[in-house]
């Protein structure tokens, strides 16, 4: 992964120095609460229901293990003992206090990580596939050109005051891990002609109110004009993108306004006219970058069946569901749950960071990934040392065996945390854990991707779920609207709304009966979920939610 | 008379901004300028709003010696850009000065995209906002100032 050096240290620990002196003058009241708040959200401090809510960048989802102890510390010392992993594959801590923030950053600092720009209307955290680097159908590992697009959009002069957020994904595999088609820029690794290396570049993608696929608007970029033309679409979307209203502000309402072909064209002549100042990636410079995430000191060792006879029931659910195919023979790839029925999804007490960290360092090269699911990865696992992971993830809470089921969903902090919720997510995901208990149903369901956010902003992500759940205020009181048949990868496709909004108390039931159809109409049992919900359409799932009683507002 | 922040000092601007009545040379705005190019003195300066494309200075920009950029609030990025664009693509060497609803933590941003003056709210402490010029030592992208030149790692 990348090391800081000195030049990296010297930036990370000037930026503290002035968060440190801005969070002064904001307390001596030299700051108004108008003129501190842009401050502060670029170092992605929110002020939430209880408390500020500290946004910390997990650069491309990627940790190792001194830094993921280092989370752990900072839950315990200035937090109430965990955090909550985001599906920008960023961490939360929801109750630290505004005096303690520089201190926190300066902790961070010490194992080379920040809050930089992780909220504010500027370049977000650039997010990528999670199984970078040792996914076999990858052609390309997006992670040295995810850090490239890091230091590039790191305080950048010219796009710090946009008119609103925007979010960068790369990949570069076969099948989109990273969403990357609901960003304001989507990048794809692709091959040209000659095999030479390039981008497919997607503009205008998004979810919020407005949600919308990302269009084309260079089937082929070569590799090392990547900033130069990132600097052309942000210098088109900053000079007019609309400020006059948050919810016209995103590059997809520009896009959409002067139409795929006339952007496109601006795109091109800002990038032309630029050609003279704009950055151009050095071979050396990308070899440089490359040579930081070069695969790590794989034994040779051949594949072998780990569920053998011999080995638990427990294990074996385990191994199908939790871990992947590794791109090296002999090894696997291990997706740790944070979905534990009960618990809110996606968050973790500091003796779990801790316990993970020491087991990263023994099975999986001191690294640690966040998915933008929510869910930590130890990437690159001996299969001959499963069994042992296994057995000291499951005391910790930690081999859940769901990854892929209906229980592995995807869940915003809502109505307990955020300040914009309508919604109490996190009670509606205890409510669904309790109703699918039965792991064996959860299994002969197959895969289905239930994402749930707890007001339009979508942080998470309802319009691309198999099934997604919108909470939305009616008087005062929690409703939640239901979609079906949303996608974040292969065909993306945005859901498609049932019905009217159901009740608090009728959401699980609703599910239920949503996959009462399923089971009873799906073709054979290899028909998935979204493959059934896309042949019939919503109407026999809405006749059957809808059906003369109670669940219906 | 305005104070104008300068490198490291102080100057007093005898410029008028659009509006403004007194003695000094006035400043146009980009419509004015476009209008009386053809007989403009060899010393003009321009008053450049939020929407204005200054792309449409290509023509003159040698009779230009002061461009003022208004920002209209603490949010509004697009200055930035018409700075970058004034300094990369018209090859502008005069002062280019930004004005408007900007406190000491902008300049350092403003410096790296060419702003060399700084019109800042007279409450504004003037020795803090120097130093918040001077905040960082390091920066990862080439930009367009020189008033402010954080190392780069090409140079490390």
Known sequence: ?553 | MRQILRQHELGRDPWRYPGEAGDGPQLLTLAELLVTAPSLPATAGVYIGPTDEVLLLAGVIDTVVLVVVHFENAGDGRGFSQAQVLRQQLRFAGELRACGALKRDHLYLLARCGFNAFDLDPGEDRAAALAQLQRFSVAYQRASGTLVQPRLRTQA
């Open chain 1, 1 to 553: 992964m990348y090391r800081y050096d000195e030049f990296d240290r010297t930036f990370l620990a000037e930026r503290v120095a002035e968060f440190r002196e801005q969070t002064r003058r904001f307390l001596a009241g030299e700051l108004s609460e108008d003129e501190f708040r842009p401050l502060r959200l670029r170092n992605g401090l929110y002020i939430q229901t209880h408390a500020p809510m500290l946004r910390v960048a997990i650069p491309y989802g990627l940790l190792d293990s001194r830094q993921l102890r280092m989370l752990a510390h900072i839950a315990r010392r200035y937090d109430r003992g965990y955090g909550h992993f985001s599906t920008r594959q960023n961490i939360q801590y929801n109750w630290p206090k505004l005096a303690e923030v520089p201190d926190i950053l300066a902790d961070l600092a010490t194992v080379d990580m920040h809050a930089i720009q992780t909220s504010g209307n500027c370049i977000r955290n650039v997010t990528a596939d999670h199984l970078a680097g040792v996914a076999p159908d990858e052609l390309e590992d997006p992670r040295p050109w995810c850090e490239l697009i890091r230091q590039w959009s790191t305080l950048h002069p010219e796009f710090y005051y946009l008119p609103r957020k925007f979010k960068i994904a790369v990949t570069g595999a076969a099948t989109d891990r990273a969403a990357s088609e609901v960003h304001d820029i989507g990048l794809h690794l692709v091959r040209g002609a000659d095999g030479i290396g390039g981008f497919e570049v997607l503009v205008g993608g998004g979810l919020g109110r407005m949600p919308i696929i990302g269009k084309q608007i260079r089937s082929f970029l070569p590799q090392q004009e990547l900033l130069a033309y990132l600097e052309a679409i942000l210098r088109v979307y900053n000079r007019h993108g609309r400020r006059d209203n948050i919810h016209r502000a995103r590059i997809k309402v520009l896009v959409k306004a002067l139409g795929v072909p006339e952007f496109t064209r601006q795109v091109e002549a800002e990038y032309s006219a630029s050609r003279a100042s704009a950055p151009r990636l050095e071979t050396a410079q990308i070899e440089r970058m490359r040579a930081f995430f070069a695969p790590p000191a794989y034994r040779s060792l051949a594949d072998e069946d780990p569920t053998r006879a011999g080995v638990s029931a427990a294990f074996i659910a385990w191994y199908r569901h939790n871990t992947r195919a590794h791109k090296v023979s002999g090894y696997r790839v291990v997706l740790v749950s944070l979905k534990k029925h009960g618990e809110p999804p996606g968050d973790m007490f500091d003796p779990q960071m801790d316990a993970l960290a020491d087991l990263a360092d023994r099975y999986s090269f001191g690294q640690i990934r966040v998915t933008h699911d929510q869910n930590l990865v130890l990437a690159d696992v001996a299969q001959t040392e499963l069994a042992a992971l296994h057995a000291a993830l499951e005391p910790l809470g930690l081999a859940t065996p769901n990854i892929g089921t209906l229980t592995d969903m995807i869940c915003c902090p809502g109505l307990d945390f955020c300040s914009l919720a309508n919604a109490g997510s996190i009670d509606v995901a205890r409510q669904i854990h309790e109703q699918f208990s039965d792991f064996d149903y959860l299994y002969d369901l197959g895969e289905v991707q239930l994402k749930m956010s707890g007001c339009m902003n979508a942080c998470g992500h309802h319009h691309v779920g198999h099934i997604g759940i919108l909470g939305v205020d009616k008087r005062g009181e929690e409703w939640y609207q239901i979609t079906l048949g949303g996608s974040a990868s292969g065909q993306v496709a945005l859901g498609e709304v049932i019905g009217p909004s159901v009740a608090k108390d009728r959401v699980a039931a609703t599910i239920a009966r949503i996959l009462d159809v399923y089971i009873e109409r799906r073709d054979n049992s290899d028909e998935s979920f979204l493959q059934t919900v896309r042949r019939l359409g919503v109407a026999p799932f809405r006749e059957r939610v809808y059906a003369a009683d109670t669940a219906a507002a």
